[in-house]
C-alpha cells in the first residue's frame, strides 16, 4: 500500500477511535453505541498498520488492490452499524408508540378526575 | 413509578412464541396502570371507539349520528394528534376522548381506544370512522350481529351482497387482490378487509390491545392475524358513502408503501408462531 493512504488511513482511524473515546467521557454518547464505532475503527487501524495482515487479507478475500481491502471491511462495518441502528430505531419507535399511548390515556384520565372533583358551581369555599 | 417498573419488566421479558427480534417490543398491555377490568363476558358492556385525524369537518355530524341513532351507547374518540379543530368540537359536543400527543396513525389511535377499553371493563367495541363514510344506524346491526352470532369479530363490507360503493382503479384491484389474499390465508370468504367498521368482543378486543396487532394500516394482515389466532370473523353488509371530505389516508406515494407493507406483513404473519392471546 503506498505510503501516503497508509498514513492518512492510520490518521482517520486514530481520530474515530480518539473521538468515540471523547464522546463517551463527555457523556454524549452511550457506551453500548460506542461499541460498533471502537471495533470499526480498531480494525481499520489494525489493517493500515499490519501490511502483512493487509497482504493476507486482501489475498483471501481475492482483492487486487489493497486499499479495495479496506474499502471493502469500512463498507461492511458501516452496512452491520446501519442494520444495528435500524433495529435499535425500530425498538425505540414501538416504546415511544406505547408511552404516547400511555400518556394520552392518563391525561384523559386525570381531566375525568378533575371534573369529577370540581366543586359545583357557585359553591365557595 | 409502577408503570416504569412495569415498562421495565414488559421490555426485558421474552414471550416463549415471539423470535429474538421481539425481545425489545413492549406490549402496551404491560403499561396499563390499572389491571384490565374483570367484567362478566354475559353482561354487554359496549364502547363505540372513533379514531380521528384532522376531522373537524366531519366529526361532529358523526358523533350526532350516533347519538341519535345508538344514544344508549357511550363513545370515545381518539383524537390522533389533530392539528385542526377537531378537540375543540369534541370539547364543545361533551365527548369523551383522548387526546395522543402526536399523530400516530391510524391503527396506533384505534389500539389506544382498545387498551382504554380494557382498562375500563369493556367487553365490545364497535369502531368506526370520523369521517362520515359509515352509517350510524347500521351500528346496531353490527352489534346485535356480534351478540348473536357465533364471531367475535363481525366487519361491515361494501362489497357483500352486491354492495354499489364505487373506488377508483388501482384502489379497487389493490382491495380485490388482497381479499382473495385474505380468503386464501383465512379459508372464507373476505369480500373487504380495509373496512374500517367492525365489531369486536373478547379475544379478538384483546389481540388488538396487544403487540402482536399491526398498527401499520392493518388491513388482511390484522384478518389473517385473527384467523391464526382461532377468532372466528363475518362480514355483513353495510352502506359506505365515499370519503366526503379530506383525503384519504391511502394518497401520495403511500399506495405503494401500502401494498410493499402488506404483501410483507402477510408473510410474516404467516410464518411467526400462532400467537396466544
Not at chain 2, 381506544?113 to 367495541?125: H, K, P, R, W
Not at chain 2, 357483500?160 to 390465508?185: E, N
Not at chain 2, 373496512?195 to 389473517?224: H, N, T
Not at chain 2, 353488509?237 to 407493507?261: A, C, I, Q, R
Request: charged share 20%; hydrophobic share 40%.
Amino acid at each position: 500500500m503506498p505510503p501516503r493512504i497508509r498514513i492518512i488511513s492510520i490518521c482517520i482511524c486514530i481520530f474515530i477511535v480518539v473521538y468515540v473515546f471523547e464522546l463517551v467521557r463527555r457523556k454524549r454518547l452511550n457506551e453500548e453505541y460506542s461499541f460498533g464505532w471502537l471495533v470499526t475503527g480498531s480494525m481499520m487501524l489494525i489493517l493500515s498498520v499490519s501490511e502483512d495482515l493487509l497482504t493476507w487479507v486482501s489475498e483471501t478475500v481475492g482483492a487486487t488492490l489493497f486499499t479495495s481491502t479496506l474499502f471493502f471491511f469500512g463498507l461492511t462495518f458501516l452496512v452491520i452499524i446501519c442494520l444495528h441502528f435500524s433495529i435499535r430505531i425500530s425498538v425505540l419507535t414501538n416504546q415511544v408508540r406505547t408511552l404516547s399511548q400511555h400518556i394520552g390515556i392518563l391525561y384523559h384520565e386525570k381531566k375525568r378526575l378533575e371534573k369529577a372533583t370540581e366543586p359545583p358551581e357557585g359553591h365557595s369555599s | 413509578m409502577e408503570s416504569l417498573v412495569a415498562m421495565k419488566q414488559g421490555s426485558q421479558k421474552k414471550r416463549p412464541f415471539s423470535g429474538e427480534e421481539e425481545a425489545d417490543a413492549i406490549d402496551p398491555l404491560t403499561l396499563l396502570s390499572v389491571l384490565p377490568a374483570e367484567v362478566s363476558e354475559k353482561v354487554d358492556k359496549p364502547l363505540i371507539v372513533i379514531p380521528a385525524f384532522d376531522e373537524e369537518q366531519n366529526i361532529g355530524v358523526v358523533i350526532e349520528g350516533i347519538r341519535e341513532q345508538v344514544p344508549q351507547f357511550p363513545i370515545l374518540v381518539v383524537n390522533d394528534g389533530s392539528s385542526d379543530g377537531t378537540a375543540r368540537v369534541l370539547d364543545e359536543m361533551g365527548v369523551d376522548f383522548i387526546t395522543l400527543p402526536y399523530n400516530l396513525g391510524y391503527g396506533v389511535a384505534l389500539q389506544t381506544g382498545f387498551i382504554y377499553a380494557l382498562q375500563n371493563g369493556y367487553n365490545s367495541i364497535i369502531q368506526i370512522d370520523a369521517d362520515g363514510q359509515h352509517d350510524p344506524s347500521q351500528i346496531l346491526d353490527l352489534h346485535r350481529e356480534l351478540m348473536t352470532g357465533d364471531a367475535d369479530v363481525v366487519i361491515g363490507s361494501r362489497f357483500l351482497d352486491g354492495g354499489k360503493y364505487k373506488t377508483p382503479f388501482f384502489r379497487h384491484m389493490g382491495i380485490k387482490m388482497f381479499s382473495l389474499l385474505a380468503s386464501i390465508c383465512c379459508r372464507q370468504r373476505v369480500t373487504d378487509p380495509t373496512s374500517g367498521f367492525q365489531a369486536l368482543r373478547g379475544k379478538a378486543i384483546r389481540l388488538v390491545a396487544s403487540s402482536y396487532y399491526p398498527p401499520d394500516y392493518p388491513d388482511a394482515d390484522y384478518l389473517i392475524l385473527l384467523h391464526r389466532c382461532g377468532i372466528k370473523m363475518k362480514e355483513i353488509p353495510v352502506n359506505m358513502d365515499p370519503k366526503p371530505e379530506g383525503k384519504s389516508m391511502h394518497h401520495g406515494h403511500k399506495p405503494l408503501y401500502y401494498v410493499f407493507k402488506m404483501f410483507l406483513s402477510i408473510f410474516v404473519t404467516l410464518m411467526r408462531q400462532k400467537p396466544s392471546i
